[in-house]
């Protein structure tokens, strides 16, 4: 094996390890566009910067997480 196949091998492998931690941490596309939809049409959702007034979070990346949750209880965090 050269090195040029021992780096290639090695990228593939780190690669697969963000890909498996990446699954471990975000949701589904259709909870993530379920979550996103109850924020958009929520009182405290702010169109202008795309924040929650309740906990000032950016809605499209804290829908994506399984381990975040709405302060006002519209929607939970995903436990595997």
Known sequence: MDD???KRLRKQSVLKTIDEATLRLLVSDSVFEH?????KSCEKYD???GRCKM????????TKLKKSYCPL???????D
């Not at 906990?55 to 804290?62: A, D, H, L, S």
């Not at 209880?73 to 436990?79: E, F, L």
Request: proline share 0%.
């Open 73 to 79: 209880h519209k929607w939970d965090k995903v436990n």
């Open 35 to 39: 979550r996103y939809t109850i924020c």
């Open 47 to 49: 169109d202008q910067y």
């Open 55 to 62: 906990c000032g979070c950016f809605v499209k990346y804290k």
């Open 4 to 6: 040029n196949e021992i």
